[in-house]
């Protein structure tokens, strides 16, 4: 999907937010705002701060929730798909050059570096969307929506580079997720 693609789908997101505060509708907002999540932190490569910024690829993007409580919907949506994209790229063919994080006036946060930025950047952007999606839908509208967005991520991690190995972590946590609500 393309860059553009993607922030239609944010825009149809906040959209959708903004139309109607029923939950089904807020529902389809977090879905959309995830399928642009998959491809948002891209948005760099058209912008002169380089490929793999840390301003795009980490939470900050998130930070709008703080501001735009109406909002949280799409937010929710956004983090579990930037987490995606973020879990995607800790698994580069190689992690050098253009695969590295770079910071604004810092350069590369080298090898190991990059790999605890990624991976750390998608563990809490998946949690706080997990915990936004469950604080902004009831229950019932928001399994089912975790559902789609599951969905989401299969199909974005089955298709992307890196997307296999950090397809086999999401389905052991969430597999350990089960196991240990079974066990409660």
Same mark, same amino acid.
């Given at each position: ?21 029923r ?13 642009a ?25 998130l ?6 409580t =109406? $909002?949280?919907? *799409?937010? @929710?949506?956004? %983090?579990?798909?930037? &987490?995606?994209? #973020?879990? !995607?790229?800790?698994? +580069? ?22 790999? =605890? $930025?990624?991976? *750390?950047? @998608?563990?809490? %952007?998946?949690?706080? &969307?997990?915990? #936004?999606? !469950?604080?902004?839908? +009831? ?28 397809? @086999?972590?999401? %389905? ?13």
């Amino acid at each position: 999907m393309g860059l553009l693609a993607s922030l239609l789908w944010l825009i149809a997101a906040i959209m959708l937010a903004n139309r109607s505060p029923r939950p089904w509708v807020q529902a389809v907002a977090v879905v959309c705002a995830g399928i642009a999540g998959t491809t948002l932190p891209d948005l760099d490569l058209l912008l002169p701060i380089g490929h793999r910024s840390g301003l795009t690829h980490s939470l900050l993007p998130l930070a709008l929730a703080l501001f735009a409580t =109406a $909002w949280r919907p *799409v937010m @929710a949506g956004l %983090a579990i798909g930037i &987490g995606l994209h #973020l879990a !995607a790229d800790t698994f +580069p063919n190689a992690m050098r050059g253009y695969a590295t994080v770079k910071l604004p006036g810092l350069d590369s946060l080298g090898v190991a570096g990059s790999y =605890a $930025w990624l991976g *750390v950047q @998608a563990i809490v %952007a998946t949690l706080a &969307g997990v915990g #936004l999606l !469950a604080a902004a839908l +009831p229950l019932r509208f928001a399994l089912p929506t975790a559902a789609a967005l599951a969905l989401v991520g299969i199909a974005y991690l089955f298709a992307t580079d890196g997307g296999w190995p950090a397809l @086999a972590i999401y %389905a052991a946590f969430g597999w350990l997720a089960v196991r240990r609500g079974r066990s409660s």
